[in-house]
């Protein structure tokens, strides 16, 4: 097994990874409670210890060779040997065990159990299920069955090597013990669901047990969302600073990217000394179901450029906005090297905020004022100080030293919480990458791919800006088509500006001759084709209002290329038509569009209505002005069927008034709103051009 190498005198004992194949005798000797160590809580494998049984975590992960090659090795060998775990005995285990309560998570399923003792316990199973959050018919599609699978990437018993590392770092935490819950009438109701189960048993850490039963002797033990509420009250209420960095220290180590508020708990361990003391409280960390989580497989490396969160561990580590990315609401960094950015909420109450030094060019520092009296104080010397302060609509925080202006546009701050725990991202890129197949009658198999990248920055959202680029090339006939797009966002706001490039080959008009009677039956299909390449460059100014509408104005500049071949009506003698051969225009568009769909990719439900004019005055190839205007709406729709099937329908009408151009004929392919024989019918009914 590859490993990571610790080093400055972390202690970590490393050579336990290479033991995990024999994680069976490291789970029957875990150490049970100790009156010398308060930084653990055990269950006692010597209190109601019964027979072993001998099971397996979960036969259905082994796979050949194939299936290793799309979806990776992982565990699957832990997974599928068969090991010796005792079996729990309700009646004597910590005086007794009653069940309490049972709970479904996000992929893990738990019974808490009240021992006799006067602690509770939490039973949670080795194996998980993340389909929990899919509807019901994908659960048992492909896609659920690929879902279920990637929990064998997971250490099925690495909360137990955790446990053994955590203690050596001392930080508080909690020590599991591998048991098969038994097949006993005292489960009751939760008999079905658990009797035979693997599972981790360990003391809960409880935020309501009374002194006498509290874990590890704390004080008190409180959750995320509480502490941080005391923290954003007060300053009165800190964590430990150290304990916490070498927790997420070794969270790094170990892989463990999963680390959100849900994962810790805080414990208050003694008063303050002093009355104005602040009161410190310790993490607790627990639940490290993704320890060693080893993602690898074709398939799996694909969705990584997706997905931070995929991750393979090695001895490597990977980019550490990857491994912190569920974690990054409680953590902080402020070395320029890998920090753009330094943001200071103040929340409520009445603060001071003083500023001081020479600045760092490469920091941008941010203040945010929040309810209450602020005062701010910008004592910086030097003009590289990138120093910014903000606050509500109606604020008047004082502000002291150098003139700093306060941006007081409003702004609702997110404020997290145990459903709402990842906060909108500000900061950093993601790229992605994307690809199609796709079949067209005139153009034969076409190929399209390329990437997107997102760069994120400070009350920018969904993104600071977002870059497209795609290559697309067709088989018959063998042509390409590139498209990019560039779109910046504005600072807290929801304007941005938008440029768009494309140079396609991949363009087609039927023309059938002048007037609305005329004839198909003039030959071959491809008599009436007209292909030809267009180049199109657009800016865009986005502006949303009244909701779900957006208005889009700017300039635009088209210029294409008719191809000519023998045997085709356009090629004939006597045809002679505007903008045959290279034709250059430059005007505006006006677009306005609505948009209630639940989502912008495969939307389920939801209108969408796009409407747009475009203006080409007489200026580069065009001979006298002209207008295009278009509507096309959109509706989807879904039922309850089996793979909640989505019906999406479409309609449009366009209107063109003046000279205008072939290229203005017709709804272009892009906006792929018509089938290929509707077009041909719009094209045939507007009469062609031609020139004096």
Not at 201 to 213: F, G, I, K
Request: glycine fraction near 8%.
């Amino acid at each position: 097994m590859k490993v990571r190498t610790a080093e400055n005198g972390f202690g970590l004992v490393i050579c336990l990874f290479l033991f995990s194949q024999q994680c069976v005798v490291l789970a029957q000797t875990v150490p049970g409670s100790s009156s010398e160590d308060v930084n653990e809580e055990s269950a006692e494998t010597t209190n109601g210890a019964s027979p072993e049984a001998r099971v397996v975590a979960n036969s259905r992960y082994a796979a050949g060779s194939f299936r290793r090659f799309f979806l990776g090795n992982g565990y699957r060998d832990l997974w599928t040997a068969p090991i010796s775990v005792p079996i729990l005995d309700l009646s004597t285990y910590a005086g007794g065990l009653t069940p309490n309560r049972a709970h479904i998570g996000r992929q893990t399923t738990s019974l808490r159990l009240l021992g006799a003792d006067g602690r509770e316990y939490l039973f949670r199973s080795v194996d998980k299920d993340p389909r929990t959050v899919l509807p019901e018919d994908l659960r048992v599609s492909l896609y659920g069955k690929l879902i279920k699978d990637a929990v064998s990437s997971t250490h099925p018993y690495g909360n137990i090597l955790v446990a053994f590392l955590l203690r050596v770092a001392d930080i508080l935490h909690v020590s599991p013990v591998i048991m098969v819950m038994p097949d006993d009438p005292a489960l009751g109701e939760y008999r079905d669901q658990f009797a035979g189960m693997l599972g981790l048993l360990a003391v809960r850490a409880d935020e309501n047990q009374d002194l006498e039963h509290a874990f590890a002797g704390a004080i008190k033990v409180t959750g995320s969302e509480k502490l941080f509420q005391r923290i954003n009250k007060s300053p009165a209420h800190r964590i430990n600073g150290e304990k916490f960095l070498k927790a997420r220290l070794l969270d790094l180590f170990i892989g463990d990217r999963d680390r959100h508020r849900s994962n810790w708990r805080w414990a208050k361990m003694s008063e303050p000394a002093n009355e104005n003391d602040p009161v410190i409280w310790e993490p607790i960390s627990r639940d490290h179901d993704h320890a060693f989580e080893d993602i690898r497989g074709l398939i799996p490396r694909i969705a990584s450029n997706y997905s931070p969160g995929i991750l393979e561990y090695g001895p490597e580590y990977p980019a550490m906005y990857r491994l912190t990315w569920n974690g990054q609401e409680v953590d902080r960094r402020f070395f320029s090297f890998e920090t753009d950015e330094i943001r200071v909420r103040m929340f409520g109450g009445a603060d001071h905020v003083a500023v001081r030094g020479r600045g760092n060019p490469d920091i941008t520092v941010r203040i945010m004022a929040g309810k209450g009296k602020y005062i701010l104080t910008d004592s910086t010397a030097g003009q590289n100080v990138r120093l910014h302060f903000y606050d509500q609509p109606g604020g008047e925080p004082y502000t002291r030293g150098r003139t700093r202006e306060v941006n007081r546009k409003s702004y609702d701050e997110w404020v997290g919480s145990n459903l709402d725990r990842y906060p909108p991202r500000e900061w950093d890129a993601l790229r992605s990458f994307v690809a199609s197949i796709s079949l067209d009658s005139d153009f034969g198999l076409i190929v399209d791919g390329g990437f997107v990248r997102d760069r994120y920055g400070f009350r920018k959202e969904p993104y600071a800006h977002r870059t497209i680029f795609r290559v697309g090339v067709s088989s018959s006939p063998a042509r390409l088509r590139f498209a990019f797009s560039t779109q910046f966002q504005l600072e807290n706001s929801e304007r941005s500006i938008k440029l768009s490039a494309l140079a396609s080959g991949l363009e087609m008009l039927h023309y059938y001759g002048q007037g609305n009677d005329t004839s198909s039956n003039r030959g071959t299909t491809d008599f009436f084709d007209v292909r030809h390449r267009r180049f199109q460059i657009d800016l865009r100014y986005l502006a949303p209002f009244s909701g779900t509408f957006t208005a889009e104005i700017g300039p635009t500049l088209v210029y294409s290329n008719t191809e000519r071949k023998d045997n085709r009506l356009i090629s004939l003698p006597d045809t002679t038509i505007y903008e045959a051969d290279g034709f250059g225009q430059v005007g505006i568009r006006f677009s306005v569009v609505q948009d209630t769909r639940n989502q912008v990719n495969a939307a389920t439900s939801g209108n969408l209505i796009d409407s747009e004019i475009r203006v080409f005055p007489a200026v580069w190839s065009v001979s006298s002005s002209f207008t295009s205007a278009h509507v096309i709406a959109s509706t989807y729709f879904s039922r309850p069927l089996p793979l909640q099937p989505t019906v999406a329908v479409r309609i449009g009408a366009k209107k063109n008034m003046g000279n205008v151009s072939v290229s203005g004929i017709g709804i272009h392919r892009r906006k792929q709103f018509a089938s290929r024989m509707a077009s041909r019918e719009v094209c045939r009914r507007y009469r062609a051009l031609w020139k004096s």
